[in-house]
């Protein structure tokens, strides 16, 4: 039982990373009928946030110390960071420590920024194009920003950590009443699934209660009568395609201290965000982030020693293989609806 | 002849004469001159032009004539290698077995595979190839290290069985691959005035194949079978109302496709006996999509010349440094200059793959039928500016439709 639950935690992670990609691309799948290849890229950009951020409350100038000396007699020269001084030396480091989290506000504007740009620049022109195209370009997209980031950030591995009060891990089971030291679980990992939660609770609340999801919703089931309804809704759909970067973006973010970001995990997590949605079923919102949480478990389940030791290298393939026994038995995926991306 | 008719036969003459003039052809620079480092005519690459060609003819066969779009093609071009490989361990470093077991070997994956995913269509298709070539990819780094060695790669080594062949060569080293006694290593030199050109035998056996695969693709093109997967890509729902299956045919492109992978894979090893798992990555299967797109789609010159400019830009970009940025632009004035540089370092060196993300990007929105119709449209152009009169349909008026629109 204990096991159980553990696994299952340990899937919440990435099955919270899964869902929230997952659910950008069916959001503009499902409004503006493309693929995005790049998708996983806007992940990635959205983790670099985050080392950006950090970077630029580290920007710190010098100045000598003479009350203190180095090795060679010379005075100290002690580095400050701007915000330090800014803000006084305890407020300063607090705001240096929660980076990441204050990420959060500057990577919402830039991510709808970009998505906005996306779609106005690029994608715009490919509606009519037929899916292969799409996922070309966008995939050539996918490639460019990558290696724009990889100029820029290198090739390395960045560690952008966690604020201290979230470092560490703590005995999860204690509060259920199992035995100590049995769910040892991270907080930030927690914090991570809170957040997915707010953030998927958020999108489906917007398109649920407000006027402006309401025309959204419409103009997925059938776009062409809302617009003879007198609605621009290719502005609408424009800004979904914004939000659904701000989410891949959000999910970026707090993603940071779970994974030093690279260049490349953005297309790591394509693969398999893809893989995602189509087990959800194309078009789906309520499947992809079902079918996110779901396939996250099941890698963590796979990953277990014992079940490894009976199908070795499981915990490599799972996804792939849920995802191909679905499609071969359930062709709409798990809740996918009749019509969508039949042809 | 060769059961072509006259025009393919011509056009098969000519590509057979470029495959084989290539060594002079790619060698238009003196050696020595400031241009010497465009020059492509050495074998290492040459070499990769074929091998990729035939990956990317193979490629074409699939996604020109069915309009199914794989995204895991690279996993039989790993398969290829691997088996290769392990040819030159067990029996010898002769290259036949080596080519024979990775057409085999990857035709069998690919019936499995094409078996499965081509119960779908459309996107699902492309996920699923992609579903499984990562899946092999994955297990390629992983469990099946025994076979595959994982990261290190697959190498040949000294305490290799060999039964057939010699197991260390005269000098203690680890044999060369070689073809009934040629050694594919080997290469002659010939130096006419200051220009040199290097003739390799393993470029000329890439090459040979090249032109037998390109010839077999030429018949396929050309065939009912070729009609058939063509009338796929048109109307499939059409065809399954005329009565006719079209599962078999598709299911045999994809394994002819396949094995056209696993043979490119298996020259690959032949030039050089080593296989790693990053072949069957991902970004691999995107290379050949980009080589083909860039081509031209359902062309048959257009994966071949594709798959060049690639691997030549490839090439060619990843040696530009900062040193020869300043040689060129060092006639700008200095502000001008490092702003060009500063752009173009982007570009250049390491930044190779983003001029690849670049031009896929150019092609999939300007040139959507590739440079076979970019070289069309340049040549209609011409033709009508000098003869006037044109067989464009889009330039003579249109019939007046009979029903008024």
């Known amino acids: 039982m204990d096991a159980i639950l553990l696994q299952t935690l340990n899937g919440l992670d990435k099955g919270s990373a899964y869902a929230m990609i997952a659910l950008g691309l069916t959001l503009i799948f499902g409004t ?37 000396t180095d090795f060679l007699g010379n005075p100290l020269k002690v580095k400050t960071p701007y915000v330090e001084s800014w803000f006084g030396p305890e407020m300063g480091a607090s705001i240096i420590d929660w980076s990441v989290p204050l990420a959060i506000v500057f990577s919402i504007p830039i991510m709808l920024f970009v998505g906005y740009a996306m779609e106005r620049g690029l994608i715009k022109h490919f509606y009519k194009r037929p899916h292969a195209d799409q996922i070309l370009v966008t995939f050539g997209l996918a490639i460019v920003m990558q290696e724009l980031i990889k100029h820029y950030y290198g090739a390395n591995p960045i560690p952008t950590s966690a604020p201290d009060a979230f470092k560490g891990s703590f005995d999860f089971g204690t509060m259920l009443g199992f035995d100590p030291n049995v769910i040892i679980y991270p907080y930030w990992r927690l914090v991570y699934f809170a957040f997915s939660a707010i953030v998927i609770g958020a999108v489906f609340a917007f398109l649920r209660f407000t006027t402006f999801g309401m025309v959204v919703r419409a103009g997925m089931a059938d776009r062409e009568t809302v617009g003879l309804l007198g609605i621009n809704i290719d502005k609408r759909f424009t800004i979904m395609f914004g939000i659904a970067a701000a989410v891949a973006g959000l999910a970026g973010v707090m993603y940071a201290p779970i994974n030093s970001p690279n260049y490349h995990m953005g297309m790591d997590f394509l693969v398999l965000s893809f893989v995602v949605v189509v087990v959800g079923g194309m078009g789906s919102l309520p499947g992809a982030v079902l079918a996110g949480f779901m396939l996250g478990i099941l890698e963590s389940f796979a990953s277990m020693n014992w079940i490894k030791d009976i199908i070795p290298g499981i915990d490599q393939i799972i996804i792939y293989l849920v995802a191909i026994l679905i499609l071969l038995t359930r062709p709409r995926g798990l809740m996918g609806r009749k019509g969508v991306m039949e042809d | 002849m060769l059961g072509l008719d006259k025009k393919d036969m011509k056009f098969l003459l000519i590509v057979t004469f470029l495959t084989l003039a290539t060594p002079i052809l790619l060698q238009p620079f003196p050696e020595g001159s400031g241009l010497a480092q465009f020059n492509a005519g050495y074998p290492d690459l040459m070499q990769r032009f074929a091998i990729f ?11 020109g004539l069915t309009g199914y779009l794989s995204f895991g093609h690279a996993a039989f071009l790993g398969v290829g290698s691997y088996s ?57 780094y992983s469990v099946l290290t025994p076979i595959t060695n994982g990261e290190t790669g697959l190498q040949v080594t000294l305490n290799d069985p060999r039964i057939l062949g010699q197991q260390v060569s005269a000098s203690g080293n680890v044999p060369g691959t070689h073809f009934f006694g040629i050694e594919m290593g080997a290469a002659q030199k010939i130096a006419i005035g200051s220009w040199e050109f290097t003739f390799s035998a393993g470029y000329y056996f890439c090459a040979i194949i090249a032109i037998i695969a390109f010839y077999l693709s030429l018949r396929i093109f050309r065939s009912p079978f070729g ?57 691999a299967s995107g290379e050949v999509v980009l080589m083909t797109i860039l081509g031209g789609v359902g062309t048959m010159m257009g994966p071949v010349l594709g798959a060049g400019v690639i691997k030549y830009m490839e090439n060619i970009f990843s040696k530009i440094n900062d040193q020869v940025l300043h040689q060129w632009f060092g006639w700008l ?25 670049v031009l896929f990007m150019i092609v999939v929105i300007f040139l959507p039928g590739g440079l076979v119709e970019g070289g069309q449209r340049i040549k209609s152009y011409f033709k009508n500016r000098r003869g006037g009169d044109s067989d464009d349909p889009e330039h003579h008026p249109k019939q007046a439709p009979h029903v008024a629109e």
């Open chain 2, 84 to 140: 290769a490989v392990w040819m030159f361990k067990l029996l010898s470093m002769n290259v036949l077995p080596g080519l024979v077991l990775a057409v085999i070997m990857s035709g069998l994956f690919a019936l499995v595979i094409g078996y499965v995913s081509l119960r779908r269509s459309g996107i699902y298709f492309s996920i699923l190839t992609l579903a499984f070539a990562q899946m092999s990819y994955n297990l390629a």
């Open chain 1, 32 to 68: 503006l009928g493309v693929v995005n290849f790049a998708h996983g890229a806007l992940f990635m950009i959205g983790a670099f946030c985050a080392v950006t951020m950090q970077r630029l409350f580290s920007i710190s100038f010098e100045t000598l110390d003479p009350t203190q």
């Open chain 2, 227 to 283: 009609l058939m997967l063509r009338a796929i890509k048109s109307n499939q729902q059409r065809l399954n109302y005329t009565g006719l299956n079209a599962r078999p045919y598709t299911l045999a492109a994809f394994v002819i496709s396949g094995m056209y992978a696993g043979l490119a894979g298996g020259l690959l090893a032949s030039m050089d006996p080593l296989a790693g798992a990053e072949r069957m990555q991902w970004t």
């Open chain 2, 53 to 63: 060609g035939i990956f990317a003819i193979g490629f074409n066969i699939l996604f």
């Open chain 2, 333 to 357: 004035p200095d502000s001008l200059e490092s702003i060009v540089i500063w752009a173009a370092e982007h570009f250049v060196g390491s930044g190779w793959h983003m001029t690849s993300g």
